[in-house]
Every structure is written in structure tokens, then in C-alpha cells.
Antibody, heavy 117, light 112 residues
């Protein structure tokens, strides 16, 4: 069974940093692209970032470019999102999601990030 | 960026009746590899999204056959043949043809 378990969310002040982690299991992690997608409270889904299977290619939404960094450790079956210079508008549930079937096919339960003073 | 417009934004449906959601995109989702990477997600209240349909019309693992997808180019539709109580939630179309991936605004399906 595919499982994606996010951690690392919490309350942080504007300008602060957080590092999210996503532990993957139940599939061959190093064979799949991975993504982060976020959802502000009561709002829709917004794609944040992508990383390819070996970590050599990454892409970001314009809203986070230069502030967020996606990475992966295939030996540990773990995906990361380093978030710096956080803003109030980054407040959201952050989902780790797997790329597959030409779509984003499995999603974690999410971790809440709240940026507030 | 590809803009995705869903209609309606809210859909009250009677149990056992059909429902349909439209998704129109600002440009064709046809990829140079011959595929069209349009998918549909369901998000039940308090839950993460779940993939229902990928590449326009393919049902994902475990998805009931009352869900179907169709369309081409810039015009796509999700249909539920007979709505059940467990179908309540928000439905999103999304594209993976080009970065950045984008989503529709979501359509809230509720029971009358």
C-alpha cells in the first residue's frame, strides 16, 4: 500500500524557515517523480514544486521560487521541502504527492504550516 | 500558465441522479508525446485529494465505474452516472501537460 506521511509543519513567524519531510513507503520511491501541493484554509489546490526521480531536475511555482527548495533522499525514501523567508500567504496544508499514471496519483494527509506573528 | 475553468462551482444533486462537471482550459492539453494529461480529483470533507480519472478517461485503481471522464483539447467533462452519498465533496480538474501544473477552482458536489 502506497503511503506518504508528511511532517515538519507548525507555527512560524514571518521571515522564518521550516523544513517539511515526507516519508514514502509501499512503492519504489526512486522510480517516481514527486510533488508538493498546498491548500490554504478553505481554498483550492495549488501546485508548489516537483522533483524528478534522481533529484537532478526541479521546478517551482513562481510564488515560491527562490524561497523554497525541494530535494529527496532516495536511500531514505524521503522527500523534503525547505521553506525560507516565509510569508503569511504561505499558510496552508502542504501535501506530498506522487507522480504516476501521467498525473499526481497518491497524496499524503498533509501537514499544516501557519505563518503568523 | 494554463488556466482551468470549472463549471458549475456548486452542484446540488439528488441521490441516484447523474451529475456532470465541465473543465475548460486556456490552451490545449495535448502533449507532444501524444497524451493529454488531464485528470480529475475528488476531495471529501476533511480528507486529502484522491485521484479518480487520469489522461482524460482512465479510471484510477479502486474508482467505481459510475465515474467517467471524456473530452479532448480544451474541453473536458467528469460524469457521475448515479450520485451516492459518499460522492459529496469537491472535485478538481488538473493538468500535468506542462509546468506549472494547475488546477480548476473546484466544484462542490452536495446532496439536495
Amino acid at each position: 500500500e502506497v503511503q506518504l506521511v508528511e511532517s515538519g509543519g507548525g507555527l512560524v513567524q514571518p521571515g522564518g524557515s521550516l523544513r517539511l519531510s515526507c516519508a514514502a513507503s509501499g512503492f519504489t520511491f526512486n522510480s517516481h517523480w514527486m510533488h508538493w501541493v498546498r491548500q490554504a484554509p478553505g481554498k483550492g489546490l495549488v501546485w508548489v514544486s516537483y522533483i524528478n526521480t534522481d533529484g537532478t531536475n526541479t521546478r517551482y511555482a513562481d510564488s515560491v521560487k527562490g524561497r523554497f527548495t525541494i530535494s529527496r533522499d532516495n536511500a531514505k525514501n524521503t522527500l523534503y521541502l525547505q521553506m525560507n523567508s516565509l510569508r503569511a500567504e504561505d499558510t496552508a496544508v502542504y501535501y506530498c504527492a506522487r507522480g504516476g499514471a501521467g498525473a499526481v496519483d497518491y497524496w499524503g494527509l498533509g501537514t499544516l504550516v501557519t505563518v503568523s506573528s | 500558465d494554463i488556466v482551468m475553468i470549472q463549471t458549475p462551482l456548486s452542484s446540488p444533486v439528488t441521490l441516484g441522479q447523474p451529475a456532470s462537471i465541465s473543465c475548460r482550459t486556456s490552451q490545449s492539453l495535448a502533449h507532444s508525446d501524444g497524451n493529454t494529461y488531464l485528470s480529475w480529483l475528488q476531495q471529501r470533507p476533511g480528507q486529502p485529494p484522491r485521484l479518480l480519472i487520469y489522461k482524460i478517461s482512465n479510471r484510477f485503481s479502486g474508482v467505481p465505474d459510475r465515474f467517467s471522464g471524456s473530452g479532448a483539447g480544451t474541453d473536458f467533462t467528469l460524469k457521475i452516472s448515479r450520485v451516492e452519498a459518499e460522492d459529496v465533496g469537491v472535485y478538481y480538474c488538473t493538468q500535468a501537460t506542462q509546468f506549472p501544473y494547475t488546477f480548476g477552482q473546484g466544484t462542490k458536489l452536495e446532496i439536495k
